[in-house]
């Protein structure tokens, strides 16, 4: 048990105390944002699932990769909170009130948006490509895959598990999390699995710009630091 406890302490040590203290001053007014999206999310559901919303909801924001680019990129904000006709809508509503809350205070409001649609736009470019690819390719996608809706928040709340795990150290949750995805994907073979990894390319990217910004702007403090002689 103590070695669990200090393997806890060491993945996800840092991670605790940022959050901790914001949610004990103050619990939700920590976390405006997230609970903004949470309650889009479940009003996006509840409109979608009336006869006279599902048509509204899928022109504002289903993006599918038959469309337009222009008006994909048009529809993509606002499908990071389309949760999918499939699947439970309280799943996503709690995966993002726990992944998108932590990256509210972790990161700030903006900085959670940005990520989350980087991580949804990879997955929507991807699809694209993904067709164009073929069937047969390794990760190519089937003419009919153009039809389907892309994944809703689930990407979104991927790819900032991802960065989070990379930012405050929690690789192995990090790991376990593209693992998963990796899982799902050669299980079910299916649109949605293969946006999550392209999700996750995509955050990826963002954390390794983010490791070369940091490398450099550490470069010339360095320099600074040490004594010239004579």
Same mark, same amino acid.
């Given at each position: 048990?103590?070695?669990? +406890?200090?393997?806890?302490?060491?993945?996800?040590?840092?991670?605790?105390?940022?959050? $901790? !203290?914001?949610?004990?001053?103050?619990?939700?007014?920590?976390?405006? *944002?997230?609970?903004?999206?949470?309650?889009?999310?479940?009003?996006?559901?509840?409109?979608?699932?009336?006869?006279?919303?599902?048509?509204? /909801?899928?022109?504002?924001?289903?993006?599918? %990769?038959?469309? &337009?680019?222009?008006?994909?990129?048009?529809?993509? &904000?606002?499908?990071?909170? /389309? &949760?999918?006709?499939?699947?439970?809508?309280?799943?996503?509503?709690?995966?993002?009130?726990?992944?998108?809350?932590?990256? !509210?205070?972790?990161?700030?409001?903006? $900085?959670?948006?940005?990520?989350?649609?980087? %991580?949804?736009?990879?997955?929507?470019?991807?699809?694209?490509?993904?067709? *164009?690819?073929?069937?047969?390719?390794? *990760?190519?996608?089937?003419?009919?895959?153009?039809?389907?809706?892309?994944?809703?928040?689930?990407?979104? =709340?991927?790819?900032?598990? =991802?960065?989070?795990?990379?930012?405050?150290?929690?690789?192995?949750?990090?790991?376990?999390?593209?693992?998963?995805? =990796?899982?799902?994907?050669?299980?079910? !073979?299916?649109?949605?699995?293969? !946006?999550?990894?392209?999700?996750?390319?995509?955050?990826?990217?963002?954390?390794? %710009?983010?490791?070369?910004?940091? $490398?450099?702007?550490?470069?010339?403090?360095?320099? +600074?630091?040490? &004594?010239?002689?004579?």
């Amino acid at each position: 048990m103590r070695t669990l +406890a200090r393997w806890a302490r060491a993945e996800w040590g840092l991670l605790h105390v940022t959050v $901790r !203290e914001p949610l004990l001053k103050r619990p939700w007014r920590a976390i405006p *944002m997230t609970l903004g999206a949470v309650g889009l999310t479940a009003l996006l559901q509840f409109v979608q699932n009336q006869s006279w919303g599902f048509r509204l /909801v899928q022109n504002i924001g289903a993006v599918r %990769a038959e469309d &337009p680019l222009w008006l994909g990129l048009l529809r993509t &904000p606002l499908s990071l909170f /389309v &949760p999918a006709l499939d699947l439970p809508v309280w799943g996503a509503l709690a995966q993002l009130l726990f992944v998108f809350g932590i990256a !509210e205070i972790c990161l700030g409001w903006w $900085r959670t948006l940005t990520i989350a649609y980087v %991580a949804t736009l990879a997955g929507t470019l991807y699809a694209r490509v993904g067709i *164009m690819l073929g069937p047969h390719a390794p *990760m190519g996608l089937s003419g009919a895959d153009a039809q389907v809706v892309d994944t809703g928040p689930s990407a979104a =709340v991927v790819g900032l598990a =991802v960065y989070l795990g990379w930012r405050y150290g929690a690789y192995v949750t990090a790991a376990g999390v593209v693992t998963a995805m =990796v899982v799902e994907m050669l299980l079910k !073979e299916n649109l949605a699995g293969k !946006e999550h990894l392209a999700a996750i390319a995509g955050v990826t990217a963002l954390c390794g %710009a983010a490791a070369l910004r940091h $490398r450099h702007g550490q470069q010339p403090q360095r320099r +600074a630091r040490t &004594p010239i002689r004579p």
